[in-house]
């Protein structure tokens, strides 16, 4: 293993555990951010696509088990990176502007989210009083602005 493949990994979970002690605590009308979503666009541009699915699974795993929702997250996560990693990958070779970025993060995690929807349906591990369709945009939109702002500060 080279270094930054390690640092990658220690930044994996630093973010689920961020996730896990600042976000959820953070929610705005039962809306939360996914902040490991972000951290696997970001990171998109660095692997190819078996590496960066083996780690998907293993960062969602890890939030699976925090927060006991059985595996939902790792088969969303893994399935929503599936998806998006040709589109993400062609378009990270050029200088995106801001709202590009935001476009990026914000179909990504409503592609995410949507599936994490149908999956906990069949669950019920979302059972709240919100209409579903408010909380997958809430979710969608927070965590997209949270992505934009990590982008913002790590480039400076």
């Known amino acids: 293993?080279?270094?930054?493949?390690?640092?990658?990994?220690?930044?994996?979970?630093?973010?689920?555990?961020?996730?896990?002690?600042?976000?959820?605590?953070?929610?705005?009308?039962?809306?939360?951010?996914?902040?490991l979503l972000?951290?696997?666009l970001w990171i998109i541009q660095k692997y190819?696509?078996?590496?960066?699915?083996?780690?998907?699974?293993?960062f969602a795993l890890l939030q699976d088990a925090f927060f006991d929702f059985w595996g939902i997250m790792m088969f969303s996560k893994t399935l929503?990176?599936?998806?998006?990693?040709?589109?993400?990958r062609r378009r990270s070779e050029?200088?995106?502007?801001?709202?590009q970025i935001f476009?990026?993060?914000f179909m990504s995690a409503f592609i995410h989210n949507i599936i994490l929807f149908v999956l906990?349906?069949?669950?019920?591990?979302?059972?709240?009083?919100?209409?579903?369709f408010a909380i997958i945009i809430g979710n969608t939109l927070y965590t997209a602005l949270i992505g934009l702002l990590i982008y913002i500060?790590?480039?400076?």
């Open 1 to 35: 293993m080279n270094n930054q493949l390690i640092r990658h990994i220690l930044f994996g979970i630093f973010f689920v555990l961020l996730d896990v002690l600042f976000f959820q605590h953070l929610s705005i009308f039962s809306a939360t951010a996914d902040p």
């Open 38 to 40: 972000c951290y696997l």
């Open 48 to 58: 190819e696509r078996v590496p960066i699915l083996i780690m998907t699974a293993s």
């Open 80 to 88: 929503t990176i599936f998806l998006v990693y040709t589109f993400v």
């Open 94 to 99: 050029a200088q995106l502007l801001l709202w």
């Open 103 to 105: 476009l990026i993060i």
């Open 120 to 132: 906990s349906s069949f669950f019920i591990a979302f059972a709240t009083s919100y209409s579903p």
């Open 153 to 156: 500060f790590k480039n400076r």
